[in-house]
Nanobody, 116 residues
Framework: QVQLVESGGGLVQAGGSLRLSCAAS????????MDWYRQAPGKQRELLAA???????NYTNSVKGRFTIFRDIAENTVYLQMNSLKPEDTAVYYC??????????WGQGTQLTVSS
């Protein structure tokens, strides 16, 4: 069974940095894409950044230039490096993956709180 396990959330001051990790239970090449989403209270879940099996990346405008998605193939882990954090980045962050059969997998979520 595929599992995605996130870690790295917490409390950080505005302007600070944090790195989230998403460890897959098998090879990350089992997935066509791996992504990071977030959901703030009262808001819809929002796609932030994606990385394909070929290593291409995409970002939503609100995090472009501040967040970086990257991977460690040997560790079967995808990361989200978050810099210049703002209070509006406060949310639960989720790792998501889509496999080659277009099946979706979600992690359990990790809370990020950015204080002003």
């Amino acid at each position: 069974q595929v599992q995605l396990v996130e870690s790295g959330g917490g409390l950080v001051q505005a302007g600070g940095s944090l790195r989230l990790s998403c460890a897959a239970s098998g090879s990350i090449f089992n997935f066509r894409t791996m992504d990071w989403y977030r959901q703030a209270p009262g808001k819809q879940r929002e796609l932030l950044a994606a990385i394909t099996s070929g290593g291409s990346t995409n970002y939503t405008n609100s995090v472009k230039g501040r967040f970086t998605i990257f991977r460690d193939i040997a560790e079967n882990t995808v990361y989200l490096q978050m810099n210049s954090l703002k209070p509006e980045d406060t949310a639960v962050y989720y790792c998501h993956a889509t496999d080659w059969r277009s099946l979706d997998y979600w992690g359990q979520g990790t809370q990020l709180t950015v204080s002003s």
